[in-house]
């Protein structure tokens, strides 16, 4: 079992509340974390845009990703959102356990 850690930009804490609701209800996540506020700078579609959203940070398996992707589609607003799954190279071993426990 690989644990990840997705990160996820969200327009809203009602949207960010959506799928961390889906995504722990559904067993797709043991925990998921909203950090209110951020701002991001980006380009899209040929311009520069600044945004306030919302990071969702979700704890769960490699083997999830698929699905968790699939959910987090069907329930975002954006074209393109973003979804980055980050390797954790070290976790306390109960905690590991718990997330993997959770995530299946």
Do not use: N
Request: glycine share 2%; net charge negative.
């Amino acid at each position: 079992m690989e644990l990840i850690e997705i990160r996820i930009t969200a327009p809203d804490l009602e949207v960010a509340d959506r799928i961390a609701t889906t995504l722990v209800e559904g067993r797709l996540a043991a925990c998921v974390q909203q950090l209110p506020a951020i701002t991001s700078t980006y380009v899209w579609k040929g311009r520069i845009e600044r945004e306030e959203e919302v990071l969702v940070l979700v704890k769960t398996t490699s083997e999830q990703f698929d699905a968790v992707c699939a959910a987090v589609i069907a329930l975002h607003p954006y074209d393109t959102p973003e979804i980055l799954a980050v390797p954790v190279s070290h976790a306390l071993p109960a905690y590991a356990t718990w997330v993997g426990d959770c995530s299946c």
